[in-house]
């Protein structure tokens, strides 16, 4: 089990890092996430041991302080794998297993079981400089996996691949995962990403964590506004719990979660769908995306103190700006906000 407990790293007097805490439990999957600039490579360096820090950094309760980075047992993976451009993928795979001493044989045995993993099988010759940007990067996965390492850093892995690759990449990588019972941490500014890939999250945002907790339940209570506008959500409004039931001016949903009270509702555009019914609005704007399409009600006139709000159509709608629309709740789209 890792342990980050009460982590500072300051770079000229300014902390990029501030009091970060944080554990991971064996086999799980933990997604550090937060815009750009926020300290999560910053964490992640000094977890490593490439970034000197305050507080602890522990391993099964045992102070890794005085380790260096390649005695921590740690296998790091950044967003531009960094392969070694003049060896083969073998030779790549077969680093770190060869720097622990494993005879050839067996080095070759788990070069060829990794590949297997990865889904590169019979890879082990291909010059590295020959690889596409999805093939290197699980490259470098399989290389940081071979020498067995009891914790994996993984640096937005998948961020300097193309969109549809990042999404396919990204549901291998779950399987990778799991296959490997690879306690790991993600480092990434992509809450879809981490949703895929993650068991647990970890919010930060200015060097602080603000929030950790279950995927799920990070995602349908974030702690305030500001987290919750960086979960996807687009507008808040009042809300009544009662009877594990919320109810607010674009209808009800059960809650069995929430506590009872008045409380803030955040919507995220996908928990408004155009439909038969619900509230009326009129389109102000739309976008396609690849599957929905995206529109931006001005809802002034049903609901007060509200301008406009952010929802989802289908293609087949084929709603245009001036169209008057309804608007129903779905209810996998909204969060209960603090
Ligand atoms: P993220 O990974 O969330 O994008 P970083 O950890 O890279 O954020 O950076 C956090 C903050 O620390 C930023 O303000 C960045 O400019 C600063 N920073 C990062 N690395 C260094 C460095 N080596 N020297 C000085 N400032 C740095």
Known sequence: ????????????????VRDASLEIADGEVLALLGPSGSGKSTLLRAIA????????????GDDLAGVPVHRRGFGLVFQDGQLFPHRDVAGNIAFGPRMQGMPAGDRDRRVAELLELVGLAGYERRPVTELSGGEAQ???LARALAPRPRLLLLD?????LDAELRESLA?????????????????THDQEEAFTLA?????????????????IDVWRAPVDERVARFLGVTAVLPGEVTDGRVSCAFGSAEVPWARVGTVTVGLRPHALRVASTGVPGEVVA???????????????????????VDAVATMADAVQPGDEVRLALDPGGMAIVG
């Open 1 to 16: 089990m890792l342990t980050v407990d009460r982590v500072t790293v300051t770079y000229d007097r300014t902390p990029a």
């Open 138 to 140: 699980r490259v470098a």
């Open 49 to 60: 041991g490439l970034e000197s820090a305050t507080g602890a950094v522990r391993w099964d």
């Open 286 to 308: 739309r976008a396609r995306r690849r599957d929905h399409t995206r529109v931006t009600v001005d809802v002034s006139e049903s609901v007060p103190g509200m301008s406009t």
């Open 199 to 215: 068991d647990r999250l970890a919010v930060l945002d200015d060097g602080r964590i603000r929030q950790s907790g279950d995927v």
């Open 156 to 160: 937005e892995p998948l961020s300097g």
């Open 171 to 187: 549901l291998d990588l779950v399987g990778v995962l799991r296959r490997a019972k690879a306690t790991t941490l993600l480092v």
